[in-house]
């Protein structure tokens, strides 16, 4: 995959065809400039000097780079420059390489969940969170029904039925002005089912609808708070269109904004998919030293479908979501109280 050199791509994002030469269909699937290695020869370091003090054909370039039908990477050294605020407009920013090769990977196998990702990503930076939330579900019912989740789904691995759960798949207990709502399908590291949505939803209304209550706790049982979508139910809707009037219908995400500032989560243990995109929400998230963060969907080839891109950009921008959702690394709880997607580390 070539690597460009800042004077190099500027002068790529100012053709007309900067949009058929990134992209899947017809060019490179993924861009990737070094900024660093346009200042280290002085002929590259004066065409860049040039360029940038057009501010016309600058603000051009900005406006191409946020159009790429493909992801946008800048491997950048953290040195000051003259084009520090075009990093702005990349997807993903890298001080050092130790991560493209993961996010070459998923370009690679997922182009289409990738660019989508980030366009999404980008689309919805300064939407409203009903906007922005309308605009995933679109994106998400959009790739169900494309190649790379149909591959996905063709050739995942068939599970074992498991003994049915009797249990309520959410727990609510209230005492006077306290509502606590545990997560309970541990069999399944409470993966995020129908059942569990409606009855999250359920209780959220409550907390909505009733001024007495002013705490609402949201936690886990067993060793993890939710390792994500139940895959056993992937794909069981009729069809794509039916599954997002059913998420403009009932969204937890948009309940937990609705009473966002008595709602408060704790976690521990997995935190994957709907695990770490709900309790983004949130005003306030605490999270017990085993806890860990991932954003796998773009492998099978989706988007976050539970708000998070939407949720976690407004806690750690959308650079460093757009990150997460293309390595499809996983952060621990320390890295997630600096980044700010967490904020405390708390033992239960």
């Given amino acids: 995959m070539q690597i460009l050199s800042l004077p190099d791509a500027l002068i790529q994002l100012d053709s007309s065809f900067a949009l058929e030469r990134f992209s899947m269909l017809t060019g490179a699937p993924i861009l990737i400039v070094d900024f660093a290695s346009a200042i280290t020869n002085s002929t590259a370091s004066a065409l860049n000097d040039t360029l940038l003090r057009d501010?016309?054909?600058?603000?051009?370039v900005r406006t191409t780079l946020k159009q790429l039908p493909c992801p946008t990477v800048a491997l950048a050294d953290g040195h000051s420059f003259t084009a520090r605020e075009l990093l702005?407009?990349?997807?993903?920013v890298l001080t050092n390489s130790e991560?493209?090769?993961a996010i070459l990977e998923a370009v690679h196998h997922f182009p289409i969940a990738s660019m989508a990702a980030v366009q999404l990503l980008r689309h919805s930076?300064?939407?409203s969170i009903h906007e922005g939330l309308i605009a995933e579900s679109l994106v998400y019912s959009t790739l169900q029904g494309g190649p790379e989740f149909q591959r996905w789904f063709k050739t995942r691995a068939v599970r074992p039925a498991r003994k049915e759960n009797l249990e309520p798949a959410v727990r609510v207990e209230r005492s006077d002005n306290f509502l606590c709502l545990?997560?309970?399908?541990?069999?399944?590291?409470?993966?995020?089912?129908?059942?569990?949505?409606?009855?999250l939803a359920e209780a959220l209304q409550i907390a909505i609808h009733d001024p007495s209550l002013r705490d609402v706790l949201v936690t886990g049982a067993g060793s993890s708070f939710c390792?994500?979508?139940?895959?056993?139910?992937f794909g069981s809707l009729p069809d794509p269109a039916t599954a997002h009037v059913i998420r403009s219908t009932r969204n937890a995400g948009r309940l937990i904004t609705a009473c966002k500032e008595k709602v408060r989560f704790h976690v521990r243990g997995a935190c994957v998919g709907a695990g770490m995109e709900l309790p983004a929400f949130a005003s306030f998230v605490s999270a017990e030293p085993d806890s860990f963060f991932q954003l796998p969907e773009v492998a099978l080839g989706l988007v976050p479908g539970a708000g998070g891109t939407v949720s976690i950009p407004r806690r750690i921008g959308r650079q460093r979501t757009a990150w997460l959702a293309l390595t499809r690394k996983r952060i621990d709880v320390t890295t997630a109280l600096?980044?700010?997607?967490?904020?405390?580390?708390k033992q239960s």
Avoid: C, Q, V, Y
């Fill in 55 to 60: 501010d016309a054909k600058l603000a051009a």
């Fill in 88 to 92: 702005a407009d990349f997807d993903i």
């Fill in 99 to 101: 991560d493209l090769d």
């Fill in 125 to 127: 930076e300064h939407l």
């Fill in 182 to 199: 545990t997560l309970n399908r541990p069999e399944k590291r409470n993966a995020f089912s129908a059942a569990m949505r409606d009855a």
């Fill in 227 to 233: 390792s994500g979508g139940d895959l056993d139910e």
């Fill in 338 to 345: 600096a980044w700010g997607l967490i904020d405390e580390i």
